[in-house]
């Protein structure tokens, strides 16, 4: 069993930065795939940027590339997101997700993910 608790949400104006944090438990964090998705009302849950579990692989969305960073700590079993350049369209609830599959992909889809953090709200002001 993992437990994620996503920390950092806040009110930032457009053009400001956030740092989300992900903070997991579970001895077996340093194998999963981790991710972050977001939701807006009336929205599906959408992919926003993924990490294998070496760290060395990465994916993000089109919307949030060369915006948006995502690292691993797996010493101290956490996963961030920056995000520099916010805009107004970046507003929702954020997730942090885990998939304990093995593979060499990262899934974008959120049924593949096998925990989930109870999200992190992040509003952009224009």
């Known amino acids: 069993q993992v437990q994620l608790v996503e920390s950092g949400g806040g009110l930032v104006q457009a053009g400001g930065s956030l740092r989300l944090s992900c903070a997991a438990s579970?001895?077996?964090?340093?194998?999963?795939?981790m991710a972050w998705f977001r939701q807006t009302p009336g929205k599906e849950r959408e992919f926003v940027a993924g990490?294998?579990?070496?760290?060395?692989?990465?994916d993000y969305a089109d919307s949030v590339k060369g915006r948006f960073t995502i690292s691993r700590d797996n010493a101290k079993n956490t996963v961030d997101l920056q995000m520099n350049s916010l805009k107004p369209e970046d507003t929702g609830v954020y997730y942090c997700?885990?998939?304990?599959?093995?593979?060499?992909?990262?899934?974008?889809?959120?049924?593949?993910?096998?925990?989930w953090g109870q999200g992190t709200q992040v509003t952009v002001s224009s």
């Open positions: 990490i294998r579990w070496s760290g060395g692989n990465t």
């Open positions: 997700a885990a998939d304990h599959t093995i593979t060499m992909l990262i899934r974008t889809t959120p049924v593949r993910y096998d925990y």
């Open positions: 579970g001895r077996t964090f340093s194998s999963y795939t």
